[in-house]
T-cell receptor
Framework: DTGVSQDPRHKITKRGQNVTFRCDPI?????LYWYRQTLGQGPEFLTY????????KSRLLSDRFSAERPKGSFSTLEIQRTEQGDSAMYLC?????????????FGPGTRLTVL | SQQGEEDPQALSIQEGENATMNCSYK?????LQWYRQNSGRGLVHLIL?????REKHSGRLRVTLDTSKKSSSLLITASRAADTASYFC??????????FGAGTTVTVRA
């Protein structure tokens, strides 16, 4: 399967701990996105990479959040000092800027539960 | 904040019936996309309609777009149990990030 993969699929942590998620995009895609989805809502944009450059960060992404995409391949999203309000599904998506109209391909998500 | 709003929030239909859901949005867009999400899983892209298009078909799916009313509709014909899912519209105003609505939950009864 050459789709977008995310690891881990589930993460349970205690408040105050740091967590890191990984996303592996479709190999030929140069764009990578992180979204957050809470229960009963649609995904909300967090951040966007074009190759290795992080081009936009949402105001939702507080100082406790950091994302990287070294070498323009996989990406990591780290949350420091987790809070209960961080509990959500974190979705990664990728696309190609040579694609048709920014069709994005989503991974299965990482479900974070902060106790 | 989310740009799009889907209506209805939930829809229950009998297998074989058609399902229609609507999406309204607030700002100018480059294109509008519809995604499906099965319970607790990632999103699957269904169809994209550009701002200069009015209607598009893909298999049993028909999407319309009315930019003057800032609205779109998704029609699923001859529904099947496998169509049970949440459906989201997503607007693309920037050519990269998508703004999603809260979704319509569709249940297809056998």
């Amino acid at each position: 399967d050459t789709g977008v993969s995310q690891d881990p699929r589930h993460k349970i942590t205690k408040r105050g701990q740091n967590v890191t998620f990984r996303c592996d995009p479709i190999s030929e895609h140069n764009r990578l996105y992180w979204y957050r989805q809470t229960l009963g809502q649609g995904p909300e944009f967090l951040t966007y990479f074009q190759n290795e450059a992080q081009l936009e960060k949402s105001r939702l992404l507080s100082d406790r959040f950091s994302a990287e995409r070294p070498k323009g391949s996989f990406s990591t999203l780290e949350i420091q000092r987790t809070e209960q309000g961080d509990s959500a599904m974190y979705l990664c998506a990728s696309s190609s800027d040579r694609g048709r109209g920014n069709e994005q391909f989503f991974g299965p998500g990482t479900r974070l539960t902060v106790l | 904040s989310q740009q799009g709003e889907e209506d209805p929030q939930a829809l229950s239909i009998q297998e074989g019936e058609n399902a229609t859901m609507n999406c309204s949005y607030k700002t100018s867009i480059n294109n509008l996309q519809w995604y499906r999400q099965n319970s607790g899983r990632g999103l699957v892209h269904l169809i994209l309609i550009r701002s200069n298009e009015r209607e598009k078909h893909s298999g049993r799916l028909r999407v319309t777009l009315d930019t003057s009313k800032k609205s779109s509709s998704l029609l699923i014909t001859a529904s099947r149990a496998a169509d049970t899912a949440s459906y989201f519209c997503a607007t693309d105003a920037s050519d990269y990030k998508l703004s999603f609505g809260a979704g319509t939950t569709v249940t297809v009864r056998a």
